[in-house]
């Protein structure tokens, strides 16, 4: 009996797959459509010592990942991941799951809007959109795995590689460290770093110029530096201390004003003229059409993490696109790689310090970014990610 295998094309579908796609790399049951099986969370917290702190999080003890498993019948495992948090974990294990198992993996938009209905009433932006986030990365992973792909090559790339930089800079960092810190980046080849400002709530505004002149001072002037301000000014404050920032050429001036003040953000971006990114506290295309249309962004900024997932990601940086502007993407570099292959406006994929020492702890491998960009695995299909049993054992949360 001939096995035939038909995938939805394009932007919401993925790539097309024509023909048969072997049994053994594919993992499909001739004849039988796939179902999940089953769908299950691990907990992972790992304490940072010392915690970490930027302009308006004070304390950041603890890093981690709720992570997703979804399996189908025939044994294949989609991996997912969002914030560590137990309520995080419990809309997946409560409100999520009843949904997915039985569902055909493969219907991932079908399912996408599913959950946003279901999570209607307990929360359209934050903890529900996370969790949606974490089961959407899972069947995208899931879905690349069945057909023997990397992410990115199932969505369709542009490219193979895609510009990167190394960011930390914490406000809890003394200059000296925040300047080993930074300079630890331009030794991996780095050629874009970036720094937090806004310090203290913004009530430190000599120190958070001075620690960025010592970071210029310390990188050349061949390295871009972006600055992060965490949503620690005003948007009057934020205006006046970019004509301070401007003499250090910076790349891009990072969450100046609170996240949800869309009007204070248009005001930032209509009166300075160091570039402002922003997004990584927005949620779904519908926050982002906000963001856009107002003019309160000039470098869109999603999170796969908070988003909606890769297919609400993809969504976003096509709205980007349509009104010329690129995409930078937030965290959880290991997934960005691969969707900022498959983005013509994708201008550069952060790599996180913290993140990319709990990554080194939580997964057997993985290629860790040197140089100015990076590029996916082409031989590991999906994320190309699998979880350290003996991390997983050691930090993971009952």
Not at 215 to 236: H, S
Request: hydrophobic share 40%.
């Amino acid at each position: 009996m001939r096995c035939r295998a038909m995938f939805l094309t394009g932007l919401w579908g993925g790539a097309v797959v024509l023909g048969c796609v072997a049994p053994e790399r594919r993992g499909c049951t001739r004849g039988n459509r796939v179902k999940i099986a089953e769908v299950r969370t691990t907990l992972v917290a790992i304490p940072r010592d010392p915690p970490l702190a930027d302009a308006t999080a004070v304390s950041m003890g603890m890093g981690g990942h709720c992570f997703v498993h979804i399996v189908t019948d025939d044994g294949i495992e989609g991996l997912g991941m969002s914030t560590a948090s137990r309520a995080v974990r419990a809309v997946i294990d409560h409100d999520l799951k009843p949904l997915l198992e039985g569902a055909d993996p493969l219907n991932i938009e079908g399912l996408w809007q599913e959950m946003f209905w279901r999570v209607r009433g307990i929360g359209r932006k934050g903890v529900a959109f996370q969790a949606i986030s974490a089961v959407d990365i899972a069947l995208w992973d899931l879905k690349a795995k069945s057909v023997g792909l990397p992410l990115y090559k199932l969505l369709g790339p542009c490219r193979e590689s895609v510009p990167i930089y190394g960011s930390g800079g914490w406000t809890s960092y003394t200059e000296a460290e925040l300047v080993e810190e930074q300079m630890s980046y331009v030794k991996r080849g780095m050629t874009r770093v970036k720094m937090k400002v806004g310090k203290d709530f913004g009530k430190s505004t000599d120190e958070d110029v001075q620690r960025l002149r010592a970071v210029r001072e310390a990188v050349g002037d061949e390295v871009v530096v972006y600055i992060d301000a965490n949503n620690g000014y005003t948007a009057k404050q934020a205006i006046g201390m970019a004509r301070r920032f401007e003499e250090f050429d910076v790349g891009w001036y990072e969450e100046p004003v609170l996240a949800d003040d869309i009007d204070g953000l248009a005001r930032v971006v209509a009166a300075v003229d160091i570039p402002v990114a922003t997004g990584e506290h927005e949620y779904t295309k519908y926050g982002f059409k906000d963001l856009i249309s107002r003019g309160a962004a000039d470098i869109v900024q999603p999170d796969v993490g908070r988003v909606g997932g890769v297919t609400e990601w993809m969504k976003v940086a096509v709205i980007a696109d349509a009104f010329n502007l690129p995409v930078a993407s937030h965290s959880y570099g290991l997934v960005h790689l691969h969707m900022g292959c498959a983005t013509p406006n994708m201008m550069v994929v952060e790599c996180l310090g913290s993140r990319e020492a709990e990554d080194v702890i939580l997964y057997k491998e993985f290629d860790v970014p040197a140089g100015a960009d990076w590029s996916p695995d082409p031989d590991k299909p999906g994320l190309g990610l699998e979880l350290d049993p003996a991390a997983v054992e050691k930090y993971g949360v009952a």
